[in-house]
């Protein structure tokens, strides 16, 4: 694991454990003894990534194709979103502030060194539902992010990493917290 914590104010966020029931997310419906737990559904807002909007978008999609316990869904026009996703001239990073929740940058820096945008914006969304960076890694695991070189075009979760969200929203569902980590994750 390689997460790096910005310095600065930012730094006591970091240590913060930040309990689930903050979150915005739209509650799941009640559980009925023998149906299965409903997805929970996390909106995001992807206004402001600008000429990615279209990676981002099936970085979501690919998410959903890849786990049954969350679903993500482009937030209605004027709703706060749960994720919003940005456009901006740094590294890609994300800032995890609950489960479910944050914001991510689709940094333009790594995508100039020929990374490609797909694979940034669902490793991204990765780090909102929970994933920690995976580093140095394989190509085949999407949370090895940059160091998979910029050959990786993989945008698609693992196993492990397919099992570790569905996990972290399964014990969601089911009212048990799962340890987060917030902050800013660079990369
Ligand atoms: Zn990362």
Redesign the pocket.
């Known amino acids: 694991m390689h997460?790096r914590m910005l310095t600065g104010g930012l730094a006591a966020a970091c240590l913060m454990s930040v309990s689930l029931t903050g979150g915005q997310a739209a509650a799941a419906a009640p559980r009925t003894a023998d149906a299965p737990l409903a997805a929970r559904v996390l909106t995001y807002d992807a206004g402001g990534s600008a000429e990615f909007r279209s990676a981002v978008d099936r970085g979501a999609a690919i998410w959903n194709e890849s786990v049954d316990t969350v679903e993500l869904r482009p937030a209605a026009a004027g709703q706060r979103a749960n994720i919003r996703v940005l456009a901006d001239n740094g590294w890609?990073?994300?800032l995890p502030t609950t489960l479910g929740n944050g914001t991510v940058y689709i940094g333009r820096q790594a995508v100039g060194q020929g990374y490609d945008t797909i694979r940034i914006s669902s490793?991204?969304l990765?780090?909102i539902l929970g994933l920690?960076?995976r580093k140095p890694g394989p190509c085949s695991s999407l949370?090895s992010?940059s160091t998979a070189g910029t050959s990786c075009t993989n945008p698609y979760p693992n196993a492990a990493e397919k099992a570790e969200v569905e996990g972290n929203f399964g014990s969601a569902l089911a009212g048990r917290a799962p340890a987060v980590r917030t902050g800013v994750?660079?990369?």
């Open positions: 997460v890609p990073r994300a490793h991204e990765g780090h920690p960076d949370m992010g994750i660079v990369d």
